[in-house]
């Protein structure tokens, strides 16, 4: 079976470990902030906070961003369900604006009159994918209406967008960045998370709420708020620095793969096959290879097709408000019909790292076949 996803792993990662293993200090050792140094450079922020898991990161970055309670949070309709339940958990109401279904990003016409119609106190921008959103186009719009912006970058590390014909690293445009290092992701520790941002008073309430809003006194322990307990490992940090030393290498076996694929499929395309498309300004780390089939394909079906071939295949997010968790609520209740595309018509190709050119050949034509051409 060809995976959709293998991260690059070895004996470096495996030594690091056991490095950790053998100085008997598991957590908050040096390696965490050796890990968060390295990614510095990435995140194009001075400040960057590992966590336990991207979700964590954005439930910290929510927290500390201190929004008023039961705020509005603007943030796709298509995407990963763990951005919506970080803004309910966190108490506030999700309004869910509708996607590009030839990006898969925010589409900026209805971010534009969701900004003016709900008027939310933030809006929760992601990089779906691995491929940036035109945020250089909504912070704008967001700046004069005092609205703060939080960068979902869990697929986005590497990529960038162009602003004054600098390339801005994604997690540096918004008030605060959060990543993942996720198996699936550019980098992994396992499990993993990380809260880039600019602002030194955020990244210090960042750090207290992840360690239980806790600081140490001289004698003793002294607790400043509630928070939880959403520390990075060392035994994580040290497979992420190897990772960081390898995040080169990663990402241009990414563009091999697309670049690879994308001549493949030009047979395809006349059938009704559709390749990913990138705005101006806006760049992507392959995270996923993420194509729309022809309109009345089942995906379903097109998935299943893989699996027989040997090639295996996946949908690419989920569409928020069709899902029984969110569909009643009200900032869900709106005409999205980009996120229903997206959600008939996305299908996820496989992105192993070293996919070979016969293997590419291989998906290709279980992909053709699946769909009966």
């Known amino acids: 079976m ?6 690059l792993l070895g004996a470096e990662e495996a030594a690091a470990v056991a490095a950790v293993l053998d100085s008997g ?20 922020t001075p400040h960057v906070a590992a966590c336990s898991s991207g979700t964590a990161a954005l439930t910290l970055a929510i927290e500390a961003l201190g929004l008023p309670p039961a ?6 309709a298509y995407t990963f369900p763990a951005t919506l339940n970080a803004v309910l958990l966190a108490g506030h109401e999700p309004i869910l604006v509708d996607v590009d279904p030839a990006t ?3 589409e900026p016409g209805d971010c534009a009159e969701v900004l003016d119609t709900w008027r939310p106190a933030a809006l929760l921008c992601v990089h779906q994918f691995g491929a940036t959103a035109p945020l250089h186009d909504l912070l704008p719009l967001c700046e004069a209406r005092g609205i703060v912006v939080i960068e979902d970058a869990a697929c986005a590390l ?24 996720h198996p699936r992701k550019i980098v992994t520790t396992g499990e993993g998370g990380a809260v880039s941002t600019r602002d030194a008073g955020l990244d210090a309430r960042v750090r207290l709420l992840r360690n239980h809003g806790m600081r140490r006194g001289p004698s003793h322990m002294v607790f400043e708020r509630p928070g939880w307990n959403l520390r990075m490992s060392d035994l994580h940090a040290a497979v992420g620095l190897v990772q960081l030393d ?3 290498v990663i990402l241009a076996d990414r563009r091999r793969i697309a670049e690879g694929y994308r001549p493949r499929l030009v047979a395809l395309r006349e059938r009704g096959v559709e390749l990913p498309e990138l705005p101006p300004g806006c760049s992507t780390n392959w995270q996923s290879f993420v194509l729309r089939l022809p309109r009345g394909a089942e995906v379903t079906e097109v998935i299943r097709g893989l699996a027989a071939r040997g090639v295996q295949g996946s949908i690419g997010a989920q569409a928020l408000h069709q899902q029984p968790a969110f569909a009643a609520l009200e900032g869900a209740r709106r005409s999205l019909p980009g996120a229903d595309e997206a959600m008939d018509r996305a299908l996820a190709l496989p992105m192993p790292f070293g996919l070979d050119a016969q293997g590419m050949d291989r998906v290709v034509e279980a992909l053709a076949a699946a769909l009966g051409a």
């Open 71 to 76: 705020s509005r949070v603007a943030l796709p």
């Open 158 to 181: 590497g990529a960038w967008l162009e602003v004054d014909e600098v390339q801005v690293p994604a997690g540096a445009l918004g008030a605060v960045g959060c990543f993942s290092f």
């Open 25 to 44: 200090q598991l957590i908050q050792g040096p390696r965490v902030a050796a890990f968060e140094a390295g990614l510095r450079p990435w995140t194009g």
């Open 246 to 248: 390898r995040l080169a």
């Open 2 to 7: 060809i995976p959709l996803a293998r991260p």
């Open 104 to 106: 898969w990003n925010l």
